[in-house]
């Protein structure tokens, strides 16, 4: 391969790279915020629609990250999961927003069409999450492994870690701006989709499989799926194993409120989708800048100190917006009123918590991986980071707002649930006994480090 051949191949790959990783983080950022302020704006204020989506499109997501991983395993190839994927939850993304026209586009609407309603929209949701994982979990981040190679690790790295943060702020602030204070939800679908279309169809010819890629198989299909949930070597290292106990203690309490965060910042603190959407984004983009000292931190083998941090930051912020913060108080005009900004200091803080500790605890974990088990130890990663929080999180918000103050009966006799700061404070409480498997992970990771030290003296 000549110079410039070398060139050209090199600048196609990281152009894959950034145009995937960033398409895909911004359609999560649609599926995580954007369809549960979709659900009370369109279909009906109820916290039950919100929940049975969120679980099951992470049930659904993560049966699909292992199905399509052990099936792109055993077949040696990449490539069409992600651009077909990609396209297909491009496609998935604009037919969401049909929904609202079956019940009329009005939330509110009487029991029966909202039932049929939100049966659709949670089928819907749930096939798109299906098929983003496809695309992304299993399809572009296998692609990413199966890539790395020492020479370019380092750029990998810094790659992946801004791809969440640029997708989740443009995700947020631009979301907000197309859905506009007019709850414009279809404007939003449609540029997302048509966007994640484009990329998967322009993907096709540029993403080739690596070279090294060679289907592997241990025995049936379902005999090598059902491997990754041995957890058997999980229990024999038990750092690892009190890690992924602390990403359950915290992310349990957090989804408590994030799943409903949007929608408390619009039906209970009353800002505009675009607003609110201003809110966050301008938070996380603060929040960003500790990501720094966050990784010279861990650089320095200081991981858990990076952790702990932001499991205070947070708890500081939830506990704060739960005892300071109430409807009223604000300017919902403006976001950099002198009134917002207890706010806004608090949203800093709970996102500045969750920066910080899923950037420490995803590289803690990753770091345990046993070389020649990494893809049953991403499995039990994702069990610890996202399905296990997700569905426990979810269903105590769903019972918090249910039996708190927001319930409301409407004009059609139907009972709307609006979220309240009641949220905040169950999440600061239930993050408690993250204390534990936290002191019990770091007590075992500096001992790890001091023997690693004492070893790399008596070798030199």
Not at 61 to 77: A, H
Request: charged share 10%; net charge positive; with cysteine.
């Amino acid at each position: 391969m000549t110079e410039i051949q070398s060139r050209r191949s090199s600048f196609k790959y990281w152009a894959m790279i950034w145009s995937l990783g960033l398409a895909g983080q911004l359609c999560w950022n649609i599926v995580n915020l954007w369809f549960n302020t979709f659900i009370y704006a369109k279909i009906a204020m109820d916290s039950r629609i919100v929940a049975a989506m969120v679980i099951s499109s992470s049930i659904l997501s993560t049966f699909s990250t292992f199905y399509f991983g052990t099936l792109s395993d055993r077949l040696g190839s990449r490539r069409k999961f992600i651009s077909y994927g990609y396209i297909i939850w491009g496609v998935l993304t604009i037919v969401f927003g049909f929904t609202e026209f079956i019940g009329g586009g009005v939330a509110g609407q009487g029991a029966s069409v909202i039932f049929l309603t939100a049966t659709i929209v949670v089928l819907t949701g749930s096939i798109m999450s299906f098929f983003g994982s496809m695309a992304n979990d299993s399809g572009f981040n296998a692609w990413i492994n199966d890539t790395t190679t020492d020479k370019n690790r380092g750029q990998l790295g810094a790659a992946l870690a801004v791809h969440p943060i640029i997708g989740t702020i443009l995700g947020t602030v631009v979301g907000g701006m197309l859905v506009g204070s007019d709850d414009n939800y279809q404007r939003l679908f449609w540029t997302v989709g048509l966007f994640v279309i484009a990329i998967g169809v322009i993907s096709l010819p540029f993403v080739q499989d690596a070279p090294t890629l060679k289907p592997h198989r241990e025995g049936t299909f379902w005999k090598q799926f059902f491997s990754i949930f041995d957890f058997r070597a999980l229990f024999k290292q038990r750092e690892l194993m009190f890690a992924c106990l602390a990403l359950v203690a915290f992310f349990t309490p957090f989804n408590v409120f994030f799943v409903h965060m949007g929608n408390w910042l619009i039906h209970r603190m009353g800002f505009t989708p675009d607003l609110m959407g201003l809110i966050q984004g301008t938070a996380l983009i603060a929040a960003m800048f500790l990501a720094v000292p966050g990784t010279i931190l861990i650089n320095k083998h200081k991981t858990p100190i990076v952790a702990i941090a932001g499991a205070i930051l947070n708890a500081a912020g939830v506990l704060a917006v739960s005892l300071f913060i109430r409807p009223g108080m604000g300017n919902t005009e403006t976001v950099f009123a002198v009134e917002n900004i207890p706010l806004l200091i608090c949203v800093f803080l709970v996102g500045a918590g969750m920066v910080l500790f899923t950037q420490s605890l995803t590289m803690w974990v990753k770091q345990l991986f046993p070389e020649d088990n990494r893809g049953q130890f991403e499995g039990i990663r994702l069990l610890s980071f996202m399905l296990i929080p997700m569905v426990i999180g979810t269903l105590i918000g769903n019972a918090v707002i249910r039996g708190g103050e927001g319930s409301v009966v409407n004009e059609f006799g139907i009972v709307e649930n609006i979220p309240t700061e009641a949220l905040f404070g169950w999440a600061a409480v239930l993050m408690i006994p993250l204390v534990v498997p936290i002191v019990l992970a770091t007590r075992l990771y500096f001992k790890r480090v001091r023997g690693e030290k004492e070893r790399a003296t008596w070798t030199n």
